[in-house]
Structure formats: C-alpha cells, structure tokens
C-alpha cells in the first residue's frame, strides 16, 4: 500500500537552525523538499563525486573479498581519501595493462606462426639489400604458385594456410597476396613483455586484496560524507525571509507520524501548517507491504513508483509475477538449480542482499511447481501416460501433470497455452477492477463505472460467443486441462450474457469522461470503444509468450539432451554409458543446458515485466511517475 502522506510548513528563527536540523536529522521522518541551489553548489557536486568514487572502491573490495576473503587485520594509517586515490591509481594502471596485453596476445598470436625469429636480424639484412617477405596464401594457390623466378622458403601449412617467405635479392617480386606485416618483436620478446605485465597484474592484485581490510574505514567515511551531503542539502532547502531572520522549509511525512512532528516543532521557536496533499503535488511515496510483497518491490521500482493517488501495484503484480516467472522457465530441474543457488546465497550475501535471495527462492519454487505440471526435468518427461513417451515414471502425466502436451487423436494438445490464455482474461479483468476502485476513490462513484462497463461487455460476448459458437472457434470446449472452462460459460444463462453486453455498451458510452458534459460522451466514446475492441484481444493474445518461451525452452533442452546421447547411442539404438563418448555426452549436456536456463532466466524475467507494466498497467490506468521517500537522517 501507498503510505498517506502529510505536508510541512514550518517558519524558524534563524539562530535555532543547526540545532533543528539535528534534531530534525535524529526524528528521521521528514523528506525535505529540496531547492535547486541545494543540488548545484560547488561543495554538494564535490561530496556527491567523493561518495560515487568511494562507493565504487567499496563495491570493488566487496568483489575480491568474497573471492578472496578477508585474511587481513587493522585499518590502514592512511587517510580515506589517499585510500580511494591509491586504489583508483591500481584500477588504472590494472586497466592499462589489460589493454597492453590484449595488443600484446595478438602480436603474439600474428608472429606464432612462424617461429622464433630475430626481427633485427632481418632489418639488417633488409638494409644489405636481401629482402626477406613474408606471406599466407592458401594451400591451393601456392601449389599453383610459379616458384621458377622466386626464392621461396615454406614455413609451416596450417587451416588458416600455407606460411612462406620469400627472398628478394635487391628487386622486388610480384605477389598475387599481400605482404604479411609482422611485429617488430621476436616471439622471446613479447613473452618475457606478457610475463612482466601479468608478474604486475598478480601485484595489483595481491595489494588491492591486502585492501579488503580497510573496508569498515571506507564504508564509516561513505556514511560521514553522506550526512555532510544531507545536511548542506537540508540547510541550503531553508529558503530565507525577513531578512535572513526566518528560515522556511517544506516536507513531508507519513500521516502517522503526525503526532511526533507536531511534538518535535513545539519545542522550537517555529510556525508550522500540517495539511494533505494537493492534487497536482510531487508527493514523494512510500510503500507499505506485507514480507511477500515487500520482495518484489524492486521490481515496481524498474518502471516507476504510484502517484499517491493510486493504489501500490506491488501486492497484487507479485502472483502473478510469480506464475508467470515459473512457466515461462517451467522446468523443474532449472527450477531446482535457481531455489538451490537462491537458498545458498541467503547464507552467504549480506543484510542488503538477502530479500534478493528470498525473491530468487520464490521464482524458484514456482519454476518447481510449473515444471511438475509441464511435466518437464532438463527437457524430459518425468510422467508418462497417453500420448507422453520416454518418461522417468511410467505413468502419472494425467494426474501430476495436467498442464503437459500430450498427442491425442486429434493430434498435438497443448493445455499450457490454454492456461496462458486464461491468465491474461484474469489479470486484465483483475486490472479493470482495479481502476474501477482507484477512479471511484478519487473521482467518485460515476467515475469508476467505465471499467466496470468493459468488465461486463467482455464477459458477456465471451459467453455470447459460446453459446452462439462464434467463428466456429469453439469457444464452449474450452479446456484447461481437466477444468472445463467453455462449460463454465455455457452455463451462465444466455439472457444474463445479453444484459451484460448492452447493460455494459450503454453505460460505458454514457459514463465514459464524466467530468464532461452528458451529450459529448457518446462522441468521446466512440473513439474509446475503438480503442477498447482493437486493444483487448491483442492484450490477452499478449499472454502467449508465457506459454511460448516455455515450449522453445523446452525444447531446446530436450534437442541438447538428444544430441548429448548420441555419442553413446550405437546404430541399433542401444545405449552404452561405459563407452569413451560419455565424456561428449556430459560436455553437451553441461553447456547445452547451461545456455538454455541462462538464455530462459533472462526471457523469464522480462516478458513477465512486459506483461505487468503493458497490458497490466495499461488496464490498470497506471499513471506512476513518483519519487521515492528518502526522509532526513543519519547513515548508518
């Protein structure tokens, strides 16, 4: 939930101003509205570049010191600062040896080839007048090459093709290839120039991990340096009057602090007005869930958090977030490895990081769930029965897995897509509820009748088209799985459907823009039915791409483990696991299904994100676009 807010106005006497912001820093519920001149001044822009430089020193040493760990004792004599700068100095000159390395290695690689050779030695004799001329040419043409008027040594043949040099004595064969242009360095040379550089790397290295120990000394001045950078903010945010004599400040706070910000501002020679927001206010936000929900609060924040007049979509987007994470993987052995991996990092991570495991434990769970009921473990069956062949358990898919492609007598059935179809009517009809509520709160109750009017006109042709078999699409056969979902609608009777739809088209052409006039709303509902009829089927269509990234995963899995049990499938289809060709069949299956939960990690997280902030804030009327509540305190 959105967090009801309270707005300050406070006059102070100038003299008491450093004492109240202390005091005022120690309440910490206040968000100071800040002034442009409190972000723009030299000082804020110069402590703002410190806490970026040592936060990124911070995040480096955190990165060694979970590899590495932290073997080192005692803080270091030096200065912060003289720390951030020692380490930045090694991160640029780490930077710069990696790229003199790279150069390094492809030198190596180009003059590799051709052996260990003096490039002095043939500068000089270049200066006699002996020219030596280096040259790749394909196996084929240089056997067609005319080697009558040439001097011609061949070096090595290789894929790439055939290495030779050519000696000119003082004029200048003509070659069909162009001359190879190799470094001025023997291979001797540039290996003792890589030797050096890495001999530095391992250097750096060892001293920036002698550096994990200065960690609390850095993370102690981040947190100083952050509350020198609050308080300049929160003190130039004072906007002066009378003078310099009253100071003015501007913020909010939960509405249930109300009574402890009323109790601090008494005791200081101050004028203070508390009210409620206005509409057209930047209300900063603040978010109220329960522990479910408060996991997937990060991901509200990747599109953008509620205006304060709507509800938090964080609770209700979670279900589904979740359904929908664990059958676009829908695989119980990935499943299995993300709650594995999530359950150990819950151990190893610190405070910040741990609802992220919990989050992963979540999705993982639902990937479990979705992969038992797709009937799938690495791309394998796992129950067999009608239509479902060469599966771990002979029998089981009908009850176990209702949601697993099966072939019929009507050929291929796919109850997943079915489901994924259902799943986009519910959260889109759960959508337009929703709005319906938000609108009829702020608005009053005429207002929230459009959405309620969509709501009836699809329920309504949905079972009109039922019992009329609309299109021949079979709409009153509808299944999922064992759930007979046409049945359902069969059996709402047909007058109920019929005042459903026009009940639903009357009201959503009189109802629509009610703060406009009654004779005008037709019109302007006319356009908004349009919209609606075009955007409804491809809004649930949408929800496809559960159903379809499940299958290609799927797939792709059950095409690795096939190929990996080839190399030790002889061509009478027996299998030998003793035979040398396990060690393919355990490569391919590695890094077959490696890539393929890689690649379905990444299409489970953002397609269900696509569908939550399209087609779910869409229906919705999500309007977003708040900052987050970051009161006045102390860092800690």
């Not at 991160?91 to 003059?111: I, M, P, V």
């Not at 043939?122 to 030596?132: C, N, R, T, Y």
């Not at 559960?546 to 995963?553: E, I, K």
Request: with cysteine; net charge neutral.
């Amino acid at each position: 939930m959105v967090v009801p807010m309270k707005r300050l106005e406070l006059l102070l006497y100038h003299k008491e101003r450093d004492q109240f912001l202390d005091s005022l820093r120690s309440l910490g519920v206040v968000h100071i509205v800040q002034s442009e001149e409190s972000a723009d001044t030299n000082q804020n822009q110069q402590l703002q570049n410190l806490i970026r430089r040592c936060e990124k020193v911070i995040t480096g040493l955190r990165k060694i010191a979970a590899v590495e760990g932290d073997s080192h004792t005692g803080a270091s004599q030096k200065v912060p600062e003289e720390i951030i700068e020692e380490y930045e100095a090694f991160e640029a000159e780490n930077e710069k040896l990696s790229q003199e390395l790279l150069t390094l290695s492809k030198d190596y690689a180009q003059l590799e080839p051709w052996g260990s050779f003096d490039p002095s030695v043939i500068k000089k004799l270049g200066d006699s007048g002996v020219a030596v001329r280096f040259y790749v040419m394909s196996k084929k043409k240089f056997e067609e090459l005319d080697t009558s008027k040439l001097t011609v040594i061949k070096i090595n043949e290789r894929e790439s093709g055939v290495n030779f040099v050519v000696i000119d004595y003082g004029a200048v064969s003509t070659i069909s290839v162009d001359e190879v242009r190799l470094p001025q360095e023997s291979l001797d040379q540039l290996n003792n120039r890589i030797t050096e550089l890495k001999g530095r790397q391992i250097v750096i290295a060892k001293t920036q991990a002698a550096m994990v120990s200065v960690l609390p000394q850095l993370e102690a001045f981040r947190n100083e340096k952050e509350n020198e950078l609050r308080y300049e903010r929160a003190r130039l945010s004072m906007a002066a009057h009378a003078e310099g004599k009253l100071l003015h400040l501007s913020g909010w706070f939960p509405a249930g602090k109300k009574q402890a910000v009323e109790q601090f501002t008494s005791k200081y020679a101050a004028y203070y007005t508390v009210r409620d927001p206005l509409p057209d206010e930047d209300v900063p936000v603040k978010l109220k869930n329960s522990a479910f929900a408060k996991l997937f609060e990060p991901i509200t924040g990747l599109y953008s958090l509620p205006h304060f007049t709507e509800l938090d979509t964080t609770p209700f987007m979670a279900p589904f977030f979740s359904i929908f994470f664990g059958l676009c993987l829908g695989d119980l052995g990935y499943g299995l490895i993300v709650l594995i991996a999530s359950l150990v990092l819950l151990f190893k991570v610190g405070p910040k990081m741990k609802p992220f495991a919990m989050l992963g434990m979540v999705l993982g769970s639902s990937t479990v769930i979705s992969g038992v009921l797709l009937n799938s473990f690495f791309g394998q069956a796992i129950f067999g029965g009608p239509g479902v062949e060469s599966a771990f358990i002979s029998s089981g898919v009908q009850i176990f897995s209702p949601l697993a492609s099966t072939v019929s007598e009507k050929g291929q059935v796919f109850p997943a897509m079915s489901l994924a179809l259902v799943l986009g009517f519910v959260q889109i009809i759960f959508g337009m509820v929703l709005q319906a509520f938000i609108r009829a709160v702020n608005g009053g109750l005429l207002a929230g009748i459009q959405p309620v009017a969509s709501i009836m006109m699809i329920i309504g042709s949905l079972v009109l088209a039922a019992h009329s078999n609309f299109l021949n699409l079979g709409i009153g056969e509808f299944t999922v799985g064992p759930v007979l979902v046409g049945r359902m609608l069969l059996a709402v009777p047909l007058i109920v459907a019929k005042v459903l739809t026009w009940g639903g088209l009357v009201l959503f052409f009189f109802f629509n823009n009610v703060d406009k006039k009654f004779f005008i709303r037709p019109a302007r509902g006319l356009w908004e039915f349009y919209q609606f009829v075009t955007g409804i089927l491809g809004d649930v269509l949408s929800y496809l791409r559960l159903f379809a990234l499940g299958l290609a995963g799927g797939l792709l899995g059950a095409a690795f483990n096939q190929i990996a049990f080839m190399f030790v499938t002889s061509p009478d289809g027996t299998v030998n696991y003793a035979s040398a060709g396990i060690i393919g069949t355990v490569a391919v299956l590695v890094i077959g299904h490696t890539l393929n939960i890689a690649l379905s990690l990444i299409g489970s997280f953002v397609h269900p994100l696509r569908l939550t902030f399209v087609e779910f804030y869409k229906n919705i009327g999500f309007k977003g676009g708040s900052k987050p509540f970051l009161p006045f305190s102390t860092v800690k």
